[in-house]
């Protein structure tokens, strides 16, 4: 079981820039991977990028160029650094961790969601 916990969500204006965290905590073997996903109303969450344990990351189109991901191990923490903030970027934010249990399986594990709002 992990417990997973963002912050850094608020209120910006166009073209501005945020910075999300999110940490994962509990009792677990390994967390593999982290990543960061919005979700509108009605629709599927979906992937805004990704980070797993050798470094790959993943992205999703309309934001690379403008948002990074990375990691601290040691704090088993995740960030998105959003700059060029687009008020369609608006949205739910919520942190996903991956981890792989005792039984040899894979967890996942979703935070309670921040709020991004992007004002034009």
């Known amino acids: 079981q992990v417990q997973v916990v963002e912050s850094g969500g608020g209120l910006v204006q166009a073209g501005g820039s945020l910075r999300l965290s999110c940490a994962a905590s509990?009792?677990?073997?390994?967390?593999?991977?982290m990543g960061w996903y919005r979700q509108a109303p009605g629709k599927q969450r979906e992937l805004v990028a990704s980070i797993i344990s050798s470094d790959s990351t993943n992205y999703a189109d309309s934001v690379k160029g403008r948002f990074t991901i990375s990691r601290d191990n040691a704090k088993n923490t995740v960030y998105l650094q959003m700059n060029s903030l687009k008020p369609e970027d608006t949205d739910v934010y919520y942190c996903?961790?991956?981890?792989?249990?005792?039984?040899?399986?894979?967890?996942?594990?979703w935070g309670q969601g921040t709020q991004v709002t992007v004002s034009s």
């Open positions: 509990g009792s677990i073997f390994s967390i593999n991977a």
């Open positions: 996903k961790a991956r981890g792989k249990n005792y039984n040899g399986g894979y967890d996942d594990s």
